[in-house]
């Protein structure tokens, strides 16, 4: 009788482990959700809606993508993902605007440390732009002003995210240039306020500028190391006298607590969306990097890029 008893408990313990193997295995058990904070056309957008593509023509996993834009300020949807079900299917997907929000506005208490991190996928350059009638014909006249007018040009921005910090940036290269920065939004909210009148100059990045220049967006530079592919035309802030470059990288991340054959199918599914020609030929058009970076590796650019960005955004706070 003990040794039948015995034997129903090792089968059941068995059946159990057997069980939890698949359970273990099994990720993805429904859609995956993919939250962007910012409006559809920006080079986040396009690069999740890019994986979710390459997912759809190759099944790289037995579930769907669904890729949700939460507009405004990016801390909106990053809190959002930072207080959802850590169940292993929301992910997020920002830039150095996570990292640079942390230094520049510490009330929200958000950080790229309350997220588990996924994986790194490429990045981009950016440009400075103003319409097409601007009275500023080059990135000099802009400069100019803003050193002879500090706080006159009103330029939209992200507080916090890279427009803000690009813009920044921009004014340092040249002692007492000061410009006004208004909290619009992302690409698409800051070519609206462009076009409309609110503001003077933004920045856009390559896929939000090929969007929007039929609109009557004019480029002043390019902040990448070298001119774009897309855009051979327009010298880089470099060739035009402004020593910087500024090209931010794409970040996944989930809620603190997700299970690690999550985070880890995750990122297997994107490093093979990376190799697929979908996203080759997209991120080549949108003049994006095919870099690819996790674990280990990832989080240690994270602290790099974190101990980089920090100067610049406490530069950019108000006083």
Same mark, same amino acid.
């Given at each position: 009788?003990?040794?039948?008893?015995?034997?129903?408990?090792?089968?059941?313990?068995?059946?159990?482990?057997?069980?939890?193997?698949?359970?273990?295995?099994?990720?993805?058990?429904?859609?995956?959700?993919?939250?962007?904070?910012?409006?559809?056309?920006?080079?986040?957008?396009?690069?999740?809606? =890019?994986?979710?593509?390459?997912?759809?023509?190759?099944?790289?996993?037995?579930?769907?993508?669904?890729?949700?834009?939460?507009?405004?300020?990016?801390?909106?949807?990053?809190?959002?993902?930072?207080?959802?079900?850590? /169940?292993?299917?929301?992910?997020?997907?920002?830039?150095?605007?996570?990292?640079?929000?942390?230094?520049?506005?510490?009330?929200?208490?958000?950080?790229?440390?309350?997220?588990?991190?996924?994986?790194?996928?490429?990045?981009?350059?950016?440009?400075?732009?103003?319409?097409?009638?601007?009275?500023?014909?080059?990135?000099?006249?802009?400069?100019?002003?803003? +050193?002879?007018?500090?706080?006159?040009?009103?330029?939209?921005?992200?507080?916090?995210?890279?427009?803000?910090?690009?813009?920044?940036?921009?004014?340092?290269?040249?002692?007492?240039?000061?410009?006004?920065?208004?909290?619009?939004?992302?690409?698409?909210?800051?070519?609206?306020?462009?076009?409309?009148?609110?503001? +003077?100059?933004?920045?856009?990045?390559?896929?939000?500028?090929?969007?929007?220049?039929?609109?009557?967006?004019?480029?002043?530079?390019?902040?990448?190391?070298?001119?774009?592919?897309?855009?051979?035309?327009?010298?880089?802030?470099?060739?035009?006298?402004?020593?910087? /470059?500024?090209?931010?990288?794409?970040?996944?991340?989930?809620?603190?607590?997700?299970?690690?054959?999550?985070?880890?199918? =995750?990122? /297997?599914?994107?490093?093979?969306?990376?190799?697929?020609?979908? =996203?080759?030929?997209?991120?080549?058009?949108?003049?994006?990097?095919?870099?690819?970076?996790?674990?280990?590796?990832?989080?240690?650019?994270?602290?790099?890029?974190?101990?980089?960005?920090?100067?610049?955004?406490?530069?950019?706070?108000?006083?």
């Amino acid at each position: 009788m003990i040794r039948r008893i015995l034997g129903l408990v090792a089968a059941a313990a068995l059946l159990g482990a057997s069980f939890g193997a698949q359970a273990q295995g099994k990720w993805p058990e429904k859609p995956i959700r993919v939250i962007v904070p910012f409006g559809p056309g920006g080079s986040s957008d396009l690069l999740a809606r =890019m994986v979710q593509q390459a997912n759809q023509e190759q099944k790289l996993v037995d579930q769907p993508i669904t890729v949700i834009n939460q507009g405004g300020h990016f801390s909106v949807g990053a809190t959002q993902v930072k207080n959802a079900d850590p /169940d292993g299917h929301t992910f997020l997907l920002l830039h150095i605007a996570l990292l640079s929000g942390e230094i520049l506005d510490p009330a929200r208490k958000l950080s790229y440390r309350d997220f588990e991190p996924v994986a790194l996928t490429g990045g981009f350059c950016v440009y400075p732009v103003v319409m097409e009638n601007s009275k500023f014909k080059s990135l000099d006249d802009l400069m100019k002003e803003a +050193q002879a007018n500090p706080n006159s040009i009103i330029f939209g921005v992200n507080i916090g995210a890279i427009n803000h910090m690009a813009g920044v940036m921009l004014e340092q290269t040249r002692p007492g240039a000061k410009f006004r920065f208004v909290q619009i939004g992302g690409g698409a909210e800051n070519y609206a306020a462009l076009k409309g009148g609110q503001t +003077q100059v933004a920045v856009l990045s390559d896929s939000e500028y090929q969007n929007f220049k039929g609109g009557g967006v004019r480029a002043l530079g390019y902040t990448g190391p070298k001119r774009a592919d897309a855009e051979p035309g327009i010298a880089t802030v470099r060739e035009q006298g402004y020593d910087f /470059d500024f090209c931010v990288n794409s970040y996944w991340f989930a809620p603190k607590g997700t299970p690690k054959a999550a985070t880890e199918g =995750m990122a /297997d599914l994107l490093q093979k969306a990376m190799q697929s020609q979908t =996203m080759r030929d997209g991120m080549k058009k949108l003049s994006l990097s095919t870099e690819f970076m996790r674990g280990d590796e990832f989080r240690k650019n994270l602290d790099d890029t974190f101990k980089a960005i920090e100067p610049v955004a406490k530069a950019a706070r108000p006083q």
